[in-house]
């Protein structure tokens, strides 16, 4: 069965310290590309959790939003730039001296001084909350693959009832087309009757091969026998399934070709109809394909 590449999957784990809250959506995309949204301190696992997702996702964009909540989730450091401490000090005693002020300096402003005093979130992470993170990453891609088959099922449906829509107007342009010789025959010959009224008398043989010259040049059996050939091969390949969005597109072009050689070809206004209802139809089928994975 086919996919479609728009879904929706979310998992919410959570252990003694930390909940974690992973929710994707994806989108058609002709390539398969991930954009994880998180905290910047779990950028070192970034591609851990994007291979978690790769090994459900095949094609489409699919942007991953990544929350976490419980307390101590990075340790943290005081950095001193004790050099700088020491200048500060001794500038406060020298400044004591000249006023002729006594008692020692405190450091209890230098300690919110942020030239001074920096703080710094290690980069260390806890183990659980790695274990939970990637468990949830996965949870959440097969809750989204789950939502994208549903939705494949439902184009399937739609696109197989447009293509036998496809065969059934290419049958009813079969049935006409060998018509269109016949009546070019009849208009061409009232023509030359009108012209000639009845003064001079024509060379029927000549007529006759203007009408096959004519005929040859409209037949679209070829092209009608191609569009059987992709219609029957776009829904083979939907009931196979996979990864089948560009083969698919590549049908359509196909199938958008003949009918354009057969609109090209026509010289009556009944197959002008067709085409068109043709083409209309296999635009509707290309772009519900654009969503196939």
């Known amino acids: 069965m086919i996919t479609s590449m728009t879904g929706y999957g979310q998992a919410v784990l959570d252990n003694e310290r930390f909940k974690v809250s992973v929710e994707m959506r994806s989108y058609n995309h002709r390539f398969f590309e991930v954009m994880i949204r998180m905290p910047r301190q779990l950028l ?33 450091r005081l950095d001193v730039d004790w050099d700088l401490f020491h200048e500060y000090i001794h500038t406060a005693n020298e400044m004591k001296k000249q006023a002729n ?25 806890d183990e659980g909350l790695f274990t939970l993170l990637v ?6 891609a097969l809750k989204l693959v789950e939502m994208r088959q549903r939705e494949g099922h439902s184009l399937f449906t739609d696109l197989k009832t447009r293509v036998e829509l496809v ?16 009546h ?7 023509r030359v009757e009108e012209f000639l009224q009845g003064q001079v008398e024509y060379d029927e043989g000549r007529l006759l091969n203007e009408v096959a010259f004519f005929s040859d040049k409209v037949n679209v059996d070829e092209e009608l026998i191609r569009l059987d050939s992709h219609t029957l091969q776009f829904l083979k390949i939907m009931e196979d399934g996979g990864v089948v969005g560009r083969k698919l597109d590549f049908l359509i072009q196909e199938m958008n070709r003949e009918v354009n050689t057969i609109g090209s070809k026509a010289n009556d206004i009944h197959i002008s109809r067709h085409v068109v209802e043709l083409k209309s139809e296999i635009e509707k089928i290309k772009e519900q394909v654009q969503n196939i994975e």
């Open 135 to 140: 468990k949830a990453t996965e949870e959440a």
């Open 184 to 190: 070019y025959r009849s208009r061409l010959q009232k």
């Open 167 to 182: 065969n059934q107007l290419a049958n009813e342009l079969r049935k006409y087309a060998p018509n269109v010789a016949d």
């Open 44 to 76: 070192p696992i970034e591609e851990q959790l994007k291979k978690a997702v790769q090994k459900q996702v095949n094609r489409g964009k699919v942007d991953v939003f990544v929350n976490i909540e419980g307390e101590g989730l990075f340790k943290k």
């Open 101 to 125: 002020v006594t008692g020692q300096p405190t450091v209890d402003g230098l300690l919110l001084h942020e030239k001074i005093v920096s703080v710094h979130e290690q980069e260390q992470m």
